[in-house]
């Protein structure tokens, strides 16, 4: 999950490293690093000889420990004076796996000579054993970390006569596990190496004109160019200025042919928003409505999906839907799991991908294992599509990121159900976790509609329910409309919280100001708000720290209510649906044992307002769709709370956006 990035081209290297890392500062921040190569014939045709010739080139390596800002600091005077001012270079933010976030452990790793400078993102899985042979022929380390074993094997084919791209292929047939790696070397100025083993760490090569580029995602060059290749597992790239050359790491030549993605990079910035995450939260009725437009029709069979492929026969002969996932993004199966059960009429399981992988699971041709991710490169997700796979199940992707891993993946089987909520850039996932919502209920309304499971009038309330989300998306978030949305995130001035002032959330500040010294905070709900209870309680901790736990409103009472007392919050989701009368008795319980109840309403319940300290309103819908609604309070109210304790809320501690190591 750290970023990697790097440039061969034209202009002054180290700058446009630098703000693809900043592109890429989501996947990590606990350190950051450059190398650049100064000096040396570019087009590399003296730079064969030894590293002490006058026209060698030498690799200047910068590294800091903390955010990248850290690195931008330590390097400005050079910059400024000229002293880095290399053609090539590679970069780094690391989210640290092995040894802590030091200096020493930062990227890149060099080898004994500093000839050789690798970054890296994955884990060597075996290379406590490389390190120990390596430590034996002599090469000496300097971090505590996996990925310097990696220089040294480059080091060592060198030294055995090898070309750089030759060693570079032989450490990566070396090293076992999910890895993508770029690395350069003094005697080879001109040329970058890229590469990539194992099913996560995904690796993009860019071509721009004279200029190339290689990163972990996609945001670290869309600013500059839109052509792009994805590396496969397996895949290695030789890159210089000119061009890409292509082969697999058992040295077969092969073609990659450039694609154009279709993002638009403006969408990547803040818009006047304080924080990536709150713009976000706020682009939430511009997410439904792309990943709901087009797909909708108001007749039989009611949905069209244009990238699932799943024949109709096999749609019918399913037994089982099993969603896998991580994160936020397995809070969306869970609440898939009510979707497709009551709207296709399909039993569900629902997986933690990390679980999912290391049990034995039943498939069969007729189990449809859906991924849910938002970037499609968690590898955990990754691994358990590509052992479903095997296994001889189907595989769909419910996929936010174009061309990732997980959609190529899935593209081949029963196909992709894009979110198109757009880059989302905030640790803490909001506005795809609610796209992927949608699209599940698309998936579901499918699943039911070819399988002849729901009847016209169900079919067109869902459907009329579903067109008019992402209007009320935005009446929860004080917009006009969803397209009053879209203006608000380009142009209006910033409020207190950092959102367009037009929208009022001054209930959110008043209750940050009441809550936000909690040590802990339960968040209930039953049924289909029973997920929407985890999601809310994940939000507040990962970005405000406080430590909250999503329950059951019906299992309180087996534990979880001995915890409430004046001091614990209670957030509970009590909107008007069949478990409400419920939900109401819950609240009560936790009342009479001087709990303080926020509630996430149906609008006008004057019932609950008297059982409740806060009510927080939603529009009412069908009751299948309330959880896309009832989930944007939550995220306002831990965006309120981290806000007044002053947390870092689009890069909270020790997470990163996408996690791809196990
Ligand atoms: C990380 C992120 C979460 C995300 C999870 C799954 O933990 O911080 O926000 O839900 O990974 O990521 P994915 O990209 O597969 O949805």
Redesign the pocket.
């Given at each position: 999950m750290c970023g990697i990035m790097a440039y061969a081209g034209r202009e002054a290297a180290l700058p446009v490293v630098l703000d693809g890392l900043q592109r890429l500062e989501y996947r990590g921040y606990d350190s950051a690093g450059v190398a650049i190569v100064i000096g040396g014939d570019d087009d590399g045709h003296r730079s064969h000889g030894s590293p002490t010739d006058e026209h060698a080139a030498k690799i200047v390596v910068r590294r800091a420990p903390g955010k990248l800002r850290r690195l931008s600091d330590l390097v400005a005077a050079d910059v400024a004076a000229g002293r880095l001012d290399g053609r090539v270079a590679i970069g780094h933010t690391r989210w640290a796996t092995h040894g802590p976030p030091t200096e020493a452990n930062a990227h890149p790793h060099a080898d004994c000579r500093g000839e050789t400078v690798v970054t890296h993102n994955g884990i060597v899985e075996n290379y406590e054993v490389l390190r120990v042979q390596l430590i034996a022929e002599g090469h000496c380390f300097t971090s505590e970390t996996d990925s310097e074993v990696i220089a040294h094997l480059i080091e060592r084919y060198v030294a055995g006569g090898a070309d750089f791209p030759e060693a570079a292929r032989r450490a990566l047939g070396e090293i076992r596990g999910a890895n993508a790696i770029t690395a350069i070397h003094a005697r080879r100025p001109e040329m970058i190496v890229a590469g990539r083993t194992g099913h996560a760490g995904g690796l993009v090569v860019g071509r721009g004109e004279g200029e190339m580029y290689v990163a972990s995602d996609l945001p670290a060059m869309l600013e500059r160019t839109r052509e792009v290749v994805f590396l496969e597992s397996g895949d290695m790239a030789i890159v210089t200025a000119g061009g890409a050359r292509f082969q697999r790491l058992d040295g077969t030549p092969v073609e990659r042919g450039f694609v154009t993605v279709p993002y638009d990079p403006t969408a990547a910035v803040k818009g006047g928003y304080r924080h990536f995450m709150l713009k976000e939260i706020h682009d939430q009725p511009r997410a439904l409505l792309d990943t709901l437009q087009g797909r909708l029709l108001g007749h039989a069979p009611w949905i069209r999906l244009e990238d699932v492929c799943l024949a109709p026969e096999a749609v019918r002969a399913l037994e089982r839907v099993v969603f896998v996932?991580?994160?936020?993004?397995?809070h969306a199966g869970l609440v898939g799991k009510f979707l497709v059960e009551e709207i296709a009429g399909i039993p569900v399981e629902v997986d933690y991908a990390s679980e999912f992988r290391y049990r034995r699971p039943l498939l069969t041709p007729r189990t449809l294992v859906v991924a849910?991710?938002?970037?499609?490169?968690?590898a955990d997700?990754l691994v358990s599509l590509e052992a479903a796979r095997q296994a001889g199940a189907q595989v769909l992707g419910v996929v936010?990121v174009v061309g990732s891993q997980a959609a190529r993946l899935t593209a081949e089987s029963a196909g992709v159900l894009y979110t198109r909520a757009g880059p989302e850039i905030g640790?803490?996932?909001t506005k795809?976790?609610t796209a992927q919502l949608a699209a599940l209920a698309l998936l579901a309304l499918h699943l039911g509609s070819v399988r002849g499971a729901l009847d016209a009038p169900a079919a067109l309330a869902l459907v009329a329910a579903l067109e008019a989300l992402p209007d009320q998306a935005a009446a929860v978030l004080g917009h006009d409309g969803a397209a009053g949305a879209a203006v608000a995130a380009s142009a209006s001035p910033v409020g207190p919280l950092g959102q367009p002032a037009s929208a009022t959330h001054d209930e959110y500040e008043s209750l940050a100001s009441r809550y936000h010294r909690a040590k802990d905070v339960l968040y209930i709900g039953r049924g289909i708000q029973y997920p929407i209870a985890l999601e809310g309680a994940l939000k507040l901790k990962?970005i405000s720290y406080i430590h909250a736990e999503g329950y059951p409103a019906g299992e309180m009472k087996h534990g979880p209510i001995a915890l409430i007392d004046r001091d614990v919050p209670v957030v509970a989701i009590a909107v008007r649906d069949r478990v409400y009368e419920k939900m109401l008795a819950n609240m009560q319980e936790a009342r009479a044992r001087e709990g303080q109840v926020i509630a996430i309403g149906s609008r006008g319940d004057t019932a609950l307002a008297a059982k409740a300290s806060a009510v927080l309103e939603v529009p009412e819908t069908h009751p299948l769709l309330a959880p896309v609604l009832t989930t944007i309070p939550l995220q306002l109210l831990a965006y309120a709370i981290a806000v007044r304790r002053g947390c870092d809320v689009d890069q909270p501690r020790n997470?990163?956006?996408?996690?791809t190591v196990e």
């Open positions: 996932a991580c994160g936020t993004a397995w849910i991710s938002q970037s499609g490169e968690t997700t936010n640790v803490a996932s795809a976790f990962e997470l990163a956006k996408s996690v």
